[in-house]
Nanobody, 114 residues
């Protein structure tokens, strides 16, 4: 079975950085797209960034220029480098891997607070 293991969340001050990782195991193929979503309290889950198998990326306007998504296809791992973090970035971040199926990570908490 495909399992996604997320790591890298935590507490950081505004302006700080975090790097999220999501490693997929048990997959016999590379995912068509891999991405990160987030859900803040009282808000809908929203797309933060995604990346195709070939490396094409998309970002939500709110994180453009601050976040960078990347993937290592050999490791079936997707990363989200988050710089210049803002309080409004506080949310649970979920990894999503898309292929023949769709697989979600369990989420990792990112808290930006002074």
């Amino acid at each position: 079975q495909v399992q996604l293991v997320e790591s890298g969340g935590g507490l950081v001050q505004p302006g700080g950085s975090l790097r999220l990782s999501c490693a997929a195991s048990g997959s016999m193929f590379s995912f068509i797209t891999m991405g990160w979503y987030r859900q803040a309290p009282g808000k809908e889950r929203e797309l933060v960034a995604d990346i195709s198998r070939g490396g094409s990326t998309q970002y939500d306007d709110s994180v453009k220029g601050r976040f960078t998504i990347s993937r290592d296809n050999a490791k079936n791992t997707v990363y989200l480098q988050m710089n210049s973090l803002k309080v409004e970035d506080t949310a649970v971040y979920y990894c999503l891997c898309n292929g023949p199926g769709h697989y979600w990570g369990q989420g990792t908490q990112v808290t930006v607070s002074s």
